[in-house]
């Protein structure tokens, strides 16, 4: 065990990295390992929309260089209608934010070992003690953390996740030029980030346009195969499918082309996590999962989860005697529901509500919030029950119960 460390952190994105990056800072002795060649990085991981908000630029130091574009506003609609939102935001160009990231790190004393994919854990008496990476690589810890996203090799080995397939959302996006983002009919998209709840274009999801200067614009969609999907989607038809359809149809995007090479495609859970920690072991970031069920932001969610277990391992290893049982390691897991998902049930109820909803219901949404104003939704948003009833009515007793039927059913 020549090849012994404080902490082994197995991913080098926004969780992993950001962990690390604490680590370091506080005098840790911290190794990340990424999966992919250095040269490329993050070629293959470039799946992010990387939009985020300003209280993530602010709390974790983004600088402006990662910056695509500022936006002011949250913009949701649905097939007929829309809500305009102020809330100051930021469109990421993800490639650069993860190397700025992984740069910061490296300063701070971090040491990243690129082609490095972690394979197994290492175990001694049921517990794990460092991680088996590149083929039969070794490196040990008193620490490891997990922050390799759904494929979670740590995690599901050692049974803390348990991430199921039909929780699965899978995305695609690009970049394009020549969108209208100020269109006769919509709602004007300049430094904005708009979400479309429409099953025509996404079925059992959303689809989104988030500017990024000029006529450019990050352009997407996202579903899970849900009882929504099965009911509204297009036989036969795949995700890209489901792009073209939306661009043939859009006149926002009927001038649009795609950038060359600027293709990103990803997948998420929405689920809640099943377990977050054990003896010497957290899992952070997209692994747990950590992504916000109701607006699909990432960003903030994993850097918050990379931060929290970089306290908690500081807690564990300060000191003299060093505790790093699975009672200790909960300190993460108190942390992860009171800092970095509060509300997260509720969050999620409110997820599978809205894609359960019919078009005509998305409609009358969107009124009831140009009705009720934007503190309405910022309550609703922080699960405000009081908040939440006044966007139900009487008609949503039918949606209500498929929704208890499908949680029984569950």
């Known amino acids: ?3 012994h460390h404080d902490v082994v952190v197995a991913g080098a994105g926004p969780a992993g990295a950001q962990c690390a990056r604490d680590l370091a800072e506080r005098g840790y002795d911290v190794v990340v390992l990424e999966a992919e060649p250095e040269g490329d990085f993050p070629r293959q991981s470039n799946k992010s929309t990387a939009g985020t908000f300003a209280s993530a630029m602010g709390a974790f130091g983004i600088p402006d260089d ?8 949250v913009v949701l609609e649905s097939p007929n209608e829309y809500f305009v939102q102020h809330q100051p935001g930021a469109v990421l160009e993800f490639a650069d934010f993860k190397n700025w990231l992984v740069e910061e790190g490296r300063d701070a004393g971090a040491t990243y070992r690129f082609e490095a994919r972690a394979n197994n854990p290492i175990t001694e008496g049921g517990e794990i003690v460092g991680v088996q990476y590149a083929g039969d690589e070794e490196v040990y810890a008193d620490i490891v953390v997990d922050a390799s996203g759904p494929a979670a090799p740590l995690a599901k080995k050692l049974g803390v996740t348990d991430l199921k397939r039909h929780n699965q959302a899978i995305g695609i996006e690009w970049e394009m030029e020549g969108v209208d983002v100020a269109h006769d ?3 004007d998209l300049h430094d904005a980030m708009m979400l479309r709840l429409d099953h025509d274009l996404a079925p059992g999801g959303y689809s989104w346009i988030f500017h990024t200067g000029e006529d450019t614009a990050k352009v997407g969609l996202c579903y899970i195969q849900n009882e929504s999907y099965q009911q509204y989607g297009k036989e036969g038809m795949s995700i890209d499918g489901y792009l073209d359809y939306w661009m043939e149809r859009d006149p926002r995007l009927q001038n649009a082309e795609k950038l060359d090479g600027k293709q990103h495609r990803g997948s998420a859970h929405i689920q809640m996590p099943t377990g977050l ?4 072991f957290m899992a952070i970031g997209d692994t747990v999962p950590t992504v916000d069920p109701l607006w699909g932001e990432g960003i903030q969610k994993c850097m918050e989860s990379g931060r929290v277990a970089a306290i908690t391992a500081d807690r564990c290893l300060m000191g ?6 699975a009672a200790n390691m909960s300190i993460y897991d108190n942390l992860w529901h009171e800092r970095v998902a509060p ?3 509720t969050r999620l109820t409110m997820t599978q509500l809205l894609y359960l909803a019919s078009n005509d219901r998305y409609d009358r949404l969107m009124a009831d919030l140009n009705d009720a104003g934007e503190d309405v939704l910022e309550a609703a ?3 405000s029950r009081r908040a939440l009833a006044k966007l139900f009515h009487a008609s949503d007793l039918p949606l209500l119960a498929r929704f208890a039927k499908q949680r029984l059913a569950e």
């Open 1 to 3: 065990m020549s090849d």
């Open 66 to 73: 990662v910056v695509m574009q500022y936006t002011d506003d």
């Open 185 to 187: 009919g919509y709602a």
């Open 277 to 280: 920690s054990t003896d010497n």
């Open 320 to 325: 003299s005697e060093r505790d790093t049982s």
């Open 343 to 345: 509300n997260m049930r």
């Open 381 to 383: 948003n922080a699960g």
